[in-house]
């Protein structure tokens, strides 16, 4: 199948209290298999796109297509269950065990409990917990990153097409994130997900996607690969890249590549 | 008396009392659960719907108790006296805090969680069931216990409305001016408050997220007792409330209720033991609090109760005071007649008029014997006056006028038991009690005449629905045989044997109608 997995269309999303659109004409595809990264400030509608993604919200106009079929077509519930969804505290229960917290989605699609224990294990083992230490703990008693960690397992946990994160790693510290975004491209590399990944990091945008697609003020400005994002002349994006190397200079004075303006 | 011996005296009687008012509690706060929580949960789904009914709930909650019992009385099916309309009045009372901490407890918690419930496929069902319920449900138990503990106070003020609980021992012993039973009601009172208070409490541990831990074998046990206990008090109360609830149509026992004074209660139960002495099955529902044996009797719920002329000319059928006492009787006959097709007995010999009293050594320094003795001392003077006083027609405001009293301050308000405590030790100076009060003379009171005959008469009388008198000819005769039969002392000794010396009504009334040969 070659259709796109997610496609926006034409889509514009606003609020009656709030005179602007959030989003407005929005056209995007995201293809099966990538890593497609919605990049931009606080406000600029990233979160809502992924918030139409699984009919948390309705668009006002246009249509958000969903393995073909628009997402006011699906049954909310069965649309939700195929689809892996991390935000940045996680939102772990924090009345159930890490065990319980994985297997929910299963739970909820009726599975035998053996399986669910079985697929749990799989899972810890995959988002690097051992289950014998972690399976019986309440989300309590996790640091940010294992909570982190468990949140991507409760994603994946009923093998869900598509995954949407929202600045999953963004309350981390700076090497717990790293360490979390490396395993992360690693995983989505190794299991073929779909993922469309919220973020306001350009670095992260540019380990982790395929493509990313630059949004401001409600409207996608640009989407491209990594290398062509770099090179482009949106103003926007300059904008951006111009932090990075601000960044990089600070960092790094000794490069001669990376000089001045 | 010590109060140990009073305890190992009126154990049953007192274990009787913690049954009825736990019962009262625990039902109360149980059909404020199940009316609370979903109402609570309704009002988290529907915004528009939230404020309006919290501030229904609110307004109720702000409502006096004895004020509320006195609305439910002539209300047809919620309404009467009895367990009943306590549990009515309690579930009142306890569903603001559960509906609040309903909301305020599936709103408080977090967002997060919340989306990635509803973001992972789960139901609404589920979403509530599953995450908001067990998440909320510390708060919503902080709220089911604020609720049990508000209710085992207000379940003190249910004794008014025949109820029974522990109040019964709290009126009582105010009027009595009887430590020994205030103790005996305040203090179980306060320990199945604090008691309520703890083991909720554990139970809301339990919920709290933060402490969460898999329970001990030893936790669960506890837990379980606890249910026990509910569910044993909830079936007890359940039966003790189905044995005496309210005569139904073609029932022939008869309704024989008091106010809440000793005399009042003496009255009844001098009726209610002769009638029982004649064969006639006697429902007594005594001690009924302000105007709701009036209420009660309008409405049919009782049959009889001790009233004074002077009390219905003025109070109920609220005409202004005069102090012909044949006038006022024969207009209380005919209105009542006409009004509530109430009959009102011949008076039964003695008048219960307000008595203007003083502390015996004021009056012997100062010879003190009328209230306009007293005029010139007054301006330096505090009064204290029960609010039946400070409200009626025949009270404070055209006393102080007819006399031109005026007092240091503002005269206080208060249970009229507990002025004669007041007056006795000195925190007043003059009251208005009862001229057939057995304490009187027992605190060495000294009763001022009242030498503009100001106070119209209040000659003591039983007033009767009609529709009883039809059942069978005792009553009747019982009533005439009444009539004129107690003069003043004898009352005033009646009251003393009860008031100051704490016997038990029934003995006294037992006494007193065997000496009479009735």
Redo the contacts between chains.
């Keep these: 199948m070659d259709d796109p997995l997610v496609q926006f269309r034409d889509v514009t999303y606003s609020v009656p209290a709030v005179a602007a659109p959030i989003i407005s004409q929005l056209n995007l595809s995201v293809e099966r298999g990538e890593t497609l990264v919605l990049l931009g400030e606080s406000g600029c509608g990233k979160t809502t796109t992924l918030r139409l993604v699984n009919r948390l919200l309705r668009p006002t106009s246009g249509q958000v297509l969903v393995e073909g079929k628009s997402t006011s077509d699906w049954d909310p519930i069965s649309l939700r269950r195929r689809t892996g969804y991390v935000i940045q505290e996680a939102g772990l229960f924090p009345h159930y065990t890490v065990e319980r917290n994985i297997g929910l989605v299963p739970a909820l699609e009726g599975w035998e409990n053996l399986r669910i224990k079985q697929r749990v294990l799989e899972l810890l083992a995959l988002v690097g917990l051992d289950a014998g230490n972690f399976a019986q703990r309440y989300p309590g008693e996790l640091s940010g990153g294992q909570r982190q960690r468990v949140g991507v397992a409760r994603a994946l946990a009923a093998d869900p097409p598509l995954l949407l994160l929202d600045e999953p790693f963004g309350a981390l510290d700076p090497l717990t994130r790293a360490s979390l975004q490396s395993e992360f491209a690693e995983l989505s590399l190794r299991l073929g997900k779909t993922a469309i990944f919220v973020t306001h990091d350009l670095r992260e945008a540019l380990r982790l996607g395929s493509r990313i697609g630059l949004m401001h003020a409600g409207r996608l400005a640009l989407v491209d690969t990594p290398e062509k994002f770099l090179k482009s002349d949106d103003e926007h994006a300059r904008a951006y890249i111009e932090t990075l190397r601000l960044r990089e200079d600070r960092e790094d004075e000794a490069d001669p590549a990376r000089g001045d303006k | 008396m010590s109060f140990w011996t009073f305890l190992q005296q009126n154990w049953s009687e007192m274990l009787t009392l913690v049954r009825e008012h736990l019962g009262l509690v625990l039902i109360s706060t149980l059909v404020a659960v199940v009316i609370g929580i979903p109402t609570g949960i309704l009002l988290t789904r529907k915004q528009a719907l939230r404020n309006p009914v919290l501030g229904i709930a609110n307004v109720m909650q702000t409502i006096p108790s004895l004020a509320l019992f006195g609305f439910l009385i002539p209300l047809p099916f919620i309404g009467g006296i009895g367990a009943r309309t306590a549990i009515v009045a309690l579930v009142v009372y306890a569903l603001l805090p559960i509906i609040r901490n309903t909301v305020t407890g599936i709103l408080g918690v ?1 967002r ?2 919340r ?9 609404d069902r ?1 979403v509530l069931w ?2 908001e319920m ?2 909320a449900m510390s708060v919503i138990l902080t709220g089911v216990r604020v609720a049990m503990v508000i209710s085992v106070g207000v379940t003190t003020i249910a004794a008014a409305v025949g109820a029974g609980g522990l109040g019964v021992y709290i009126f009582r012993g105010l009027r009595q001016y009887d430590n020994n039973l205030l103790l005996a009601g305040a203090l179980p009172a306060a320990l199945m408050a604090l008691a309520a208070d703890f083991s909720l409490g554990l139970l809301e541990q339990r919920f709290s ?2 402490s ?1 831990k898999r329970l001990s074998i030893l936790s669960k046990i506890a837990l379980a007792a606890i249910a026990f206990v509910l569910v044993l008090g909830v079936y007890g109360s359940w039966r003790a409330s189905r044995s005496h609830t309210q005569p139904i149509a073609g029932d022939k026992r008869l309704v024989i209720a008091s106010k809440d004074f000793t005399e009042s209660v003496l009255l009844a139960e001098i009726v209610s033991q002769m009638l029982e002495s004649r064969g006639v099955a006697i429902e007594r529902q005594f001690e009924l609090g302000g105007n709701l044996p009036h209420d009660a009797l309008v409405a049919g719920r009782i049959d009889l109760y001790p009233e004074y002329t002077g009390t219905a000319y003025t109070a109920i059928l609220g005409h202004a005071p005069i102090t012909d006492p044949r006038a006022v009787y024969q207009q209380v006959e005919r209105e009542y007649a006409e009004r509530f097709n109430v009959e009102v007995s011949v008076p039964v010999g003695f008048e219960n008029t307000f008595a203007i009293l003083v502390r015996g050594a004021d009056a012997r320094r100062l010879g003190l014997k009328t209230i306009s003795d007293v005029v010139p001392h007054a301006r330096t003077w505090r009064a204290g006056f029960g609010q039946d006083f400070m409200s009626r027609a025949d009270g404070y405001p055209g006393f102080s006028r007819s006399y031109g009293l005026r007092f240091a301050e503002q005269p206080r308000e208060m249970d009229l038991s507990l002025t004669y405590i007041a007056l006795a030790s000195g925190k007043v100076d003059l009251i208005a009690g009862n001229s057939t009060e057995g304490r009187i003379a027992a605190l060495d009171l000294v009763q001022l005449a009242d030498d503009r005959r100001y106070f119209p008469p209040y000659e003591a009388v039983y007033l009767v629905r009609k529709e009883a008198l039809t059942r069978g000819p005792v009553l009747s005769e019982v009533l005439s045989r009444l009539a004129n039969a107690i003069s003043t002392e004898e009352m005033r000794q009646m009251n003393y044997e009860v008031d100051a010396n704490k016997r038990s009504q029934a003995e006294v009334v037992q006494e007193w109608i065997t000496k009479k040969g009735f």
């Design positions: 977090d997060n969680v989306e990635a419930a509803v973001a992972m496929g789960m139901t589920q599953q995450v067990p998440l997220v933060e969460r």
